[in-house]
Every structure is written in C-alpha cells, then in structure tokens.
C-alpha cells in the first residue's frame, strides 16, 4: 500500500509493521544540479523538490530536465563554456515526479526523450529534435504509474525502440516500448506486491546483446533484479535480501573491464550506508561499501 502526501510517499510493505519514509526518488536532502541551476540562473523559480536527470550528446552539449513550478516540465541546456537556455516542455500541472530523459544517436539523431508522471497517475512521453517544439504522447493512461519512470533507448534490437520502466499500480512493476512512430506496447515485469521504488532499467550492447536489465527495491527491502531478451519474458532474481536496500538503485552495464557486468548502487542500512554491487552475467553478486553517512 502507498500513501502520497505532497511529494513523499509512505510505503507500507506486506509482512512487516514498518514504515518507510521517502522522497520521490529518495535521498533528496541534497539540491539536484539542476536546482542549483535554476537557483543561480533564474532566481525567480521556484525549486523543486524532485531530483533531475542528465544526459551528455556527443557534442558535449548537457541536458537536464527537472519538474518545475507548479508541476511544470523544464528543460536546460548548454554547450561547455556557455550560458544556461531553458525551455518550458510541460506547463502548470503536467508533472508529477522526476524527470527521465534520454538522447538519441538515430532514429532520428539527436532527439531528446523524456519520460515522466503525468495528471491522475498517468505516464507521459516527450521528444523534440533540436531547435523543434516538444511533442507530447500518452504512453499509458490514468491510474497506472506510481513512481518517476526510467527510459533507455536502444542502438540495437530493435534500433530506435524506447523502453520505459514504472512503478504500476499495486506494487507491481511495468514495462513499456515502442520504435519511433509505433504504439506502446506494455508487459508486466512484476506483479503486484513486489516494488516499492522506481526502477532503473539499462539495455545491454554485450552480453547478451539487447538485454534489458532492470533494478527496484523489493519487499521488505530488498534489492531485486530483473533481465529479458526482446520478446522473452523478465527472469527475477535478487541482488540482496530483506533489510538491505532503503532507496531507488541505478543500474549501469559495462562495455568493457569486464564487459557485461551490471553494476547497482543503492541506500543500505548500518548508518546511512551507499551500497555497490557488481556482477558478470551468470555469476553471484558481489557487494562493496561506498561510504557511509
């Protein structure tokens, strides 16, 4: 079960008495660099209270995206050495978590994607070429999203598809896709009861080649990790068991040293602890200390 008071969810999960305190994305004490943008830049807004994301073009150019006032969608952009531009992609109550955004390399070059929680629980998909107004699409309606959406595009398998991870409604996690100018299609990577944070997803160029890798926290706080070929169903397995995770992981794949493996953080008990775990396919994880707090 999960109450929204503002911006702060009370998760409640199934077998235990605890209550678990958390921002949208967890771990918000810190301002988000594109707050801090906004802060120094353009002192009239408002900050949000929902982190940002980030993406690098390859021209150096970075973009970020971050809920504006009154659940406004604002994107920032500049190349090294210059001034800040900011666009409004979404106006007054359009947005209602943090921001996801994604560029593409084709299909078409360029393109910036942003997923984020619409009106009613609802998700929404944004995309605009550079210089372009944003369009907007409905990728799944109201009632069906719970949580700030992640978002991969992939180069390969097919080139071009987006693929979007949410919290669904009862706990359950979703997974939607589509290739440019297609509907959305959605599956259910897990059912209800099982996920109680957003979930990270990263698409794989190696081992396997257009696997989908996709991270949440689990119930009584664990840490769970899910992986699909296209058109295969999710295998679950966990990455570490009750009372272990307290926050939203990220998931990143490596390329190489050594290719394939997954690498996770996520908040861990024992004194505000960030936790690191690694794996190559097929093998156990392995957990590392970052720091603690």
Known sequence: MKFIIGKTSIATQQNDKEVVMKKSIEMTSMLSCAALIAALFMPGLALAQNPAAIAVRTDGEADVVIEGPNNSLLYYHATPGSKWDVDTIAGDGTTFSAPAIAVRKADPAGEADVVAEGPNNSLLYYHAKPGSKWDVDTISGDGTTFSAP????????????????????????????????????????????TTFSAAAIAVRSVDPTGEADVVAEGPNNSLLYYHAKPGKPFVADTIAGDGTTFSTPVIAVRKADPAGEADVVAYGPDDNSLLYYHATPASKWDVDTIAKF
Do not use: F
């Open 150 to 193: 992640a978002i991969a595009v992939r180069s390969a398998d097919p080139a071009g598809e987006a693929d979007v991870v949410a919290e669904g409604p009862n706990n359950s996690l979703l997974y939607y896709h589509a290739t440019p100018g297609s509907k959305w299609d959605v599956a259910t990577v897990a059912g209800d009861g």
